[in-house]
């Protein structure tokens, strides 16, 4: 019988590929022993639940403010968004 105390998984963190069928019988459905917020997220893909979600809307802004905001780069929606709030809480 093989030994059932040896790693399922390598040094660098992926299963081995040399898994017994004693190894593998131990194996057990991921809805057994994940949580709910887990298997949900697997389950619908993408990114995880967010506790306060973004709205999808569509906003007309001027060529000029989008393309400048757009030139900063990756996050530019997000830091348009926190130059909105800081507007909102200076108004």
Known sequence: MAQLNRPLTTEDGELRDDLTKEELDRFKPASDVLPAKVLAQLNRGGRPISDNPKV?????????????????GKGWQ??????LKEWLATH
Not at 56 to 72: E, G, I, Q
Not at 78 to 83: G, K, L
Request: proline share 0%; aromatic share 8%; no cysteine.
């Open 56 to 72: 999808s809307t569509t906003v007309r802004f001027d060529a000029d403010v989008l393309a400048a905001f757009k030139a900063t």
């Open 78 to 83: 997000t830091r348009m968004n926190n130059a």
